[in-house]
């Protein structure tokens, strides 16, 4: 089974993970020369590639799966790091949800049900925006939203607890069946959020993402952090980590989301499948009526 190895930006699996000491701009000092814009571009070019490689060679054996969830506030990237990291990947073997409000059908499930479906095959990734976690995110900060559920009892004490404890079980169940789990909360900072909700105001190519809403969710916004730092907590564990990832520079942000996920890959088995000696035998059959043609 995948286990996260140690990183400057995984959430530890103790619980002492504190938002307040979470980064939103990049690491000012690094090993590494091209510590800037043009040099995360340019890396993310080669690490964009590289994945898609990987997800080929994962295709090849299909014993494993990947799935990457992206979580944040408004504004934070989560679209933008989609559409650069995983650019570079056969559309054949990708799946892309996003997770908006719930329509009555799926409030009448479950809340694990409508994120099923779209779970990674073997061979697979999948990329979650927005998922289950929304359920100990968006309702925590807005519990009014779980009278849509029509739960039987009402929710007690334990409810949270108890949410996070159904999560960590069918995480480590797909663990346990070969999915690698990887989980990204994009940390904005509050200034950050105000400067790109403002470029959705007056941008004209942004306007059509802006929505009312997000300045009513903005004026919640230690309750949503106070609700990341429990859930990052609660459910960042070795099979399924989760990493804090500085966002103010979605340079930055990109690159290292790109970066983390290749590092996963490169504890998966991912050399092309040998062949059999019987296949082997029926490969050179195969080569001797192809060549008589
Ligand atoms: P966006 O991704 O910005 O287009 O917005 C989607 C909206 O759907 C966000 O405001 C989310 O908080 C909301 N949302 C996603 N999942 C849930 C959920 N399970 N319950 C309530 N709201 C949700
Ligand atoms: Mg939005």
Request: some cysteine.
């Amino acid at each position: 089974m995948f286990e996260a190895k140690s990183h400057r930006f995984l959430v530890p699996f103790n619980g002492g993970f504190r938002v307040a000491k979470s980064r939103t701009k990049p690491p000012k000092k690094s090993a590494k020369k091209n510590n800037d814009a043009a040099g995360w571009e340019a890396d993310l070019e080669t690490q964009s590639t590289k994945l898609g490689d990987s997800q080929h060679r994962l295709y090849s054996r299909g014993t494993n799966a990947v799935l990457v969830i992206l979580q944040a506030l408004d504004a934070a990237g989560k679209d933008g790091t989609i559409r650069h990291v995983f650019r570079q990947v056969n559309p054949c073997g990708i799946q892309v949800a996003s997770f908006k409000a719930p329509t009555p059908l799926e409030t009448a499930h479950d809340f694990l049900w409508r994120t099923t479906p779209h779970l990674p095959a073997h061979g697979h990734l999948s990329v979650f925006n927005r998922s289950y976690y929304e359920e100990v995110l968006v309702v925590r900060v807005h519990p009014e939203f779980l009278a849509a559920q029509k739960l039987p009892d009402a929710p007690s004490g334990e409810f949270w607890k108890e949410r996070f404890s159904v999560i960590n079980a069918h995480e480590r169940n797909l663990a346990n069946q070969g999915t690698v789990i990887l989980k990204f909360w994009l940390n904005v900072s509050k200034k950050e959020q105000r400067e790109r909700l403002l470029a959705r105001v007056d941008d004209p190519e942004k306007r059509w993402k802006f929505r009312m809403q997000d300045l009513d969710e903005r004026d919640r916004w230690d309750d949503y952090l106070t609700a990341y730092e429990a859930c990052l907590n609660a459910t960042s564990r070795p099979w399924a980590p989760w990493y804090a990832i500085p966002a103010d520079d979605k340079h930055f942000a990109r690159w290292q989301v790109a970066k983390l996920v290749n590092d996963a890959f490169g504890q998966v088995e991912l050399d092309f499948p040998q062949p059999t000696k019987e296949v082997m035998a029926e490969l050179d059959v195969a080569r001797a009526r192809l060549t008589k043609e």
